[in-house]
């Protein structure tokens, strides 16, 4: 079987795309550091001006990076609008880069890169230009447009880029999302949404020895809710939930008034959200101790990205792809979200897990496998390609 083209193409620039890799590896770029975020940006920024794309930055205030946005313009006005998505931002502190700079060496055999961020995911994001790089110089843009978002956030919830990616997927036909994919022949097709919960409890303080009656302990409460909201974990199918935070009281001598106790909830599916909040509510509307008041809040959630007819269509094209190039794709659901869940959370048919193939993301021993990332970069051209190829014969995802 002859080598795929883009496969060909690929493995001929895996020299630049490695010193392209180690100079944005090398480069701080935890959500915090906006400067660094801002550097890979920039330097991202003249890789898509050097392809002819049309770039902007949606600057952000003092506390993240800006979001980088480029587009392409194709050669079909009634082709596909395409939106590719990938992050800037990783979870290492300042300084991480001096420590451990990008490297290439074995492990059990098999050649790998490592630095902090390298899979998750600068890989993923040089993966997804120099595919695109491939596809422009094969004269192979038969869609409408091609938008590819670099956002500053994701690793923190994508707080400042969830509206402009939003924006951007509605106004697209179909997301393409370059996480890691861990493994050759692996895409994700589900993520769980995730929920964060606070339960509070208001209580009345007083003198722990000399008028302990006249104090409701508010920690004592908590207590009481913590055991009854664990206990809802593994009862509501494909849903988790996990207490993970929990404070309260400020001396020994004095009766607390108030504690609180942070919560993780991951879903399946909405219905699965709606009914672990219902059954969190529960819980809550019933203080064990007279005198305290419990209050459930909600914060950050992100929709669950879950499987729908549209994006099974997307995945069956992926899975052609990857029979031109000898692999059976796999499509498996992930328990952590990404900015997948916002896209497909709007109903704009996604696929994520596009990236680069590696292991123990968001450790300090974090890598890719160099050997896969021709492949892994030809299977996003091939997508692209196809999905251009079914548009071009009237069908719609």
Same mark, same amino acid.
């Given at each position: 079987?002859?080598?795929?083209?883009?496969?060909?193409?690929?493995?001929?620039?895996?020299?630049?795309?490695?010193?392209?890799?180690?100079?944005?590896?090398?480069?701080?770029?935890?959500?915090?550091?906006?400067?660094?975020?801002?550097?890979?940006?920039?330097?991202?920024?003249?890789?898509?001006?050097?392809?002819?794309?049309?770039?902007?930055?949606?600057?952000?205030?003092?506390?993240?990076?800006?979001?980088?946005?480029?587009?392409?313009?194709?050669?079909?006005?009634?082709?596909?609008?395409?939106?590719?998505?990938?992050?800037?931002?990783?979870?290492?502190?300042?300084?991480?880069?001096?420590?451990?700079?990008?490297?290439?060496?074995?492990?059990?055999?098999?050649?790998?890169?490592?630095?902090?961020?390298?899979?998750?995911?600068?890989?993923?994001?040089?993966?997804?230009?120099?595919?695109?790089?491939?596809?422009?110089?094969?004269?192979?843009?038969?869609?409408?447009?091609?938008?590819?978002?670099?956002?500053?956030?994701?690793?923190?919830?994508?707080?400042?880029?969830?509206?402009?990616?939003?924006?951007?997927?509605?106004?697209?036909?179909?997301?393409?999302?370059?996480?890691?994919?861990?493994?050759?022949?692996?895409?994700?097709?589900?993520?769980?949404?995730?929920?964060?919960?606070?339960?509070?409890?208001?209580?009345?303080?007083?003198?722990? /020895? &000399?008028?302990?009656?006249? $104090?409701?302990? !508010?920690?004592?409460? *908590? #207590? @009481?809710?913590?055991?009854?909201?664990?206990?809802?974990?593994?009862?509501?199918?494909?849903?988790?939930?996990?207490?993970?935070?929990?404070?309260?009281?400020?001396?020994?001598?004095?009766?607390?008034?108030?504690?609180?106790?942070?919560?993780?909830?991951?879903?399946?599916?909405?219905?699965?959200?709606?009914?672990?909040?219902?059954?969190?509510?529960?819980?809550?509307?019933?203080?064990?101790?007279?005198?305290?008041?419990?209050?459930?809040?909600?914060?950050?959630?992100?929709?669950?990205?879950?499987?729908?007819?549209?994006?099974?269509?997307?995945?069956?094209?992926?899975?052609?792809?990857?029979?031109?190039?000898?692999?059976?794709?796999?499509?498996?659901?992930?328990?952590?979200?990404?900015?997948?869940?916002?896209?497909?959370?709007? /109903? &704009?048919?996604?696929?994520? $897990?596009?990236? !680069?193939?590696?292991? *123990? #993301? @968001?450790?300090?021993?974090?890598?890719?496998?160099?050997?896969?990332?021709?492949?892994?970069?030809?299977?996003?051209?091939?997508?692209?390609?196809?999905?251009?190829?079914?548009?071009?014969?009237?069908?719609?995802?």
């Amino acid at each position: 079987m002859p080598k795929n083209i883009f496969v060909e193409r690929a493995e001929e620039l895996m020299a630049s795309f490695f010193a392209d890799l180690q100079t944005v590896v090398n480069i701080d770029s935890g959500t915090y550091l906006r400067s660094g975020v801002n550097q890979v940006g920039q330097y991202l920024q003249q890789r898509f001006q050097q392809m002819g794309l049309q770039t902007c930055f949606d600057k952000q205030a003092k506390e993240y990076g800006d979001h980088l946005v480029a587009v392409h313009t194709g050669t079909n006005p009634q082709g596909p609008r395409l939106l590719l998505v990938g992050h800037m931002d990783t979870v290492f502190p300042d300084g991480e880069a001096l420590r451990r700079p990008f490297s290439r060496s074995y492990l059990k055999g098999v050649e790998i890169a490592k630095g902090p961020g390298v899979l998750d995911m600068k890989s993923g994001l040089l993966m997804g230009i120099y595919a695109l790089r491939l596809l422009i110089e094969a004269q192979a843009v038969d869609y409408q447009t091609l938008t590819f978002v670099c956002n500053s956030d994701e690793e923190i919830g994508s707080p400042s880029s969830r509206a402009l990616i939003g924006r951007l997927a509605q106004e697209s036909d179909a997301v393409l999302v370059l996480e890691p994919g861990r493994v050759l022949n692996r895409i994700v097709s589900a993520r769980k949404g995730i929920a964060n919960y606070r339960v509070a409890v208001q209580g009345l303080s007083s003198h722990a /020895g &000399v008028e302990p009656d006249k $104090g409701r302990n !508010a920690i004592v409460e *908590l #207590a @009481h809710q913590v055991v009854a909201l664990q206990a809802i974990n593994g009862t509501i199918p494909g849903a988790t939930l996990n207490v993970g935070i929990i404070r309260g009281g400020e001396r020994t001598n004095i009766v607390p008034d108030y504690a609180y106790c942070d919560i993780d909830v991951r879903v399946r599916d909405r219905a699965g959200l709606e009914a672990i909040e219902a059954a969190m509510q529960r819980v809550t509307v019933h203080p064990m101790l007279d005198g305290t008041v419990i209050t459930l809040s909600s914060g950050v959630k992100n929709a669950p990205f879950e499987r729908t007819a549209a994006s099974q269509q997307l995945v069956q094209l992926v899975r052609e792809v990857g029979t031109t190039l000898g692999l059976e794709i796999e499509d498996v659901s992930s328990g952590g979200a990404s900015d997948a869940n916002t896209t497909a959370g709007l /109903g &704009v048919p996604t696929i994520d $897990g596009l990236g !680069a193939t590696g292991g *123990l #993301a @968001h450790n300090p021993d974090e890598y890719i496998e160099v050997e896969h990332l021709p492949m892994r970069i030809a299977l996003i051209c091939g997508l692209i390609q196809h999905v251009c190829t079914y548009y071009r014969s009237g069908q719609r995802l």
